[in-house]
């Protein structure tokens, strides 16, 4: 087994200040070899109970400053940062991403934290003047923000570490509390989260009420049943598959509810684009975290004229990538998280060919590669009805669809229900406009790829692709309602 920095790790839940076990547990496994990792308590329904009410609690008696809150979450990061090595190899461990990518992850979590922090101390309402309509010259207005309560964070598999920040980091700098459930497959990362934040709620000069963060683990229809049921979950923020996404939004209630699911995002590289360097943004975002991400490249769509030379680019750029055991520092690609997201890849990958597409290089899986390893893998000849473009397939393959001119190219980009994110190689302006225009994602990115990210921006998408915007500030919108003040002329004795 390859974790040499990660012994065993058997953690529990942090419930009302305490660190609790259940009845049950499950098995926590490392992907590329299938060896144990560590386990985490499987909650009752009775314990995400107890953990909303111990939120709801906190909520309702803590009294903490914008400040003071700032300070917690600044002190968050410098703890993740402090432990950011070991952090690194436990997301390794459970999740399967290269080393490398787990420490840019621990690395964009602590900037994410910091973001918050920062942005707690800026929620700034605004003066209304009301002298714009005829009669209330003498009328004073303004606005002001205020937390929702609690806030319940569900995260996926991919990013477990700082998709979980995105949804703690502005809900504690917005003055709610928070009960998060991470993935079944990776909650040791988050637990470090909470570890963390648990440490700086005793560092800081402030009285951080228990159960201001929880984080319980387990089935996520137990914990998901739970949090639609219960009244004092007023804002859900979930992460994940479109199905189960339609059925938190199609059973939320009044609940504020944030969606963001999955995507078929296409990236089109046109003529006039330096073939070779788009060649090397698409198959890294086609292949990062072997492929395992909402906003990677799952379609791409090139001009006829120019997909030979984009072919032959691709394929150099997937052989130059590395592909093994994620604890070595060189790899680029390993393995998927679980048999179930190997299969579907494999699956999706034969159904292609067998459709007709061509293998240019990759194809190869699992057997000596490693348990769930799926190679880099170009495939040409790809048409919008085939598995590979139509499905996401959350997985490295590369699906080159070629279109013979621009209006084609923007009429299969928005063949999808998704709309996620898209991007487009070109160096003509009138025609990056109009692919920003045009096509129906909630993002559109000119000169790379539909995975570009960072952390303050605004991201999220339309369609099957969910609801709300993540981005510190834009999610803190979400988790706070804006009160209108108004002061009128008063009444003499």
Known sequence: MSLEAASRLDKDMFIDGVWVDADDRTHVIHPYDGELVGSVPLASEAQVTEAVDAAEAAFEASDLTAYQRSELLSATAHLVE???????????????????????????????????????????????????????????????????????????????????????????????????????????????????????????????????????????????????????????????????????????????????????????????????????????????????????????????????????????????????????????????????????????????????????????????LGERVFEPTVLSGVTPEMPAASDETFGPLVPVISVADFDEAIEEANDTNYGLAAGVFTQDIDRAKRAADEIDAGGVHINTVSGFRTDHMPYGGFEDSGVGKEGVRYAIEHFSRQKLVGFHEGFTA
């Not at 944030?258 to 073939?275: A, K, R």
């Not at 030979?308 to 390993?334: I, K, Q, R």
């Not at 190997?342 to 007709?356: L, M, P, Q, R």
């Open 82 to 368: 402090a432990r950011a090595d070991d952090i690194a190899r436990v997301l390794t461990s459970e999740q399967g991403k290269p080393i490398s990518e787990a420490r840019d992850e621990v690395d964009r979590a602590v900037q994410t934290l910091d973001l918050s922090a920062e942005q707690a101390k800026r929620l700034f309402g605004e003066y209304v003047p009301m002298d714009a309509q005829k009669g209330f010259a003498r009328d004073h207005c303004f606005t002001q923000h205020e937390p929702l309560g609690v806030v319940a964070a569900i995260t996926p598999f991919n990013f477990p570490l700082n998709l979980m920040v995105h949804k703690v980091g502005p809900a504690l700098a917005a003055g709610n509390a928070v009960v998060g459930k991470p993935a079944t497959n990776t909650p040791l990362t988050a637990i470090a989260l909470f570890e963390c934040l648990d440490d700086a709620a005793d560092a800081i000069d402030a009285d951080v009420p228990d159960g201001l963060v929880n984080v319980v683990t387990g089935s996520g229809s137990t914990v998901g049943d739970v949090v639609l049921d219960h009244d004092a979950v007023e804002a859900i923020s979930f992460t994940g598959s479109t199905p189960v996404g339609t059925y938190l939004a199609n059973n939320s209630g009044m609940k504020e509810v944030t969606l963001e699911l999955g995507g078929n995002d296409p990236t089109i590289v046109w003529n006039d684009t330096d073939v070779e360097q788009a060649a090397a943004q698409v198959v890294g975002g086609a292949c990062s975290n072997a492929g395992q991400v909402c906003n990677s490249v799952e379609r791409v769509i090139v001009d006829e004229a120019v997909e030979d030379e984009l072919v032959d680019a691709m394929v150099d750029a997937c052989e130059s990538l590395t592909v093994g055991d994620p604890f070595e520092d060189g790899t680029d690609v390993a393995s998927m998280v679980d048999d179930s997201q190997f299969e579907d890849v494999v699956d999706c990958f034969e159904a292609t060919v067998e459709a007709g597409a061509t293998v240019e290089c990759g194809g190869n899986y699992g057997g000596d």
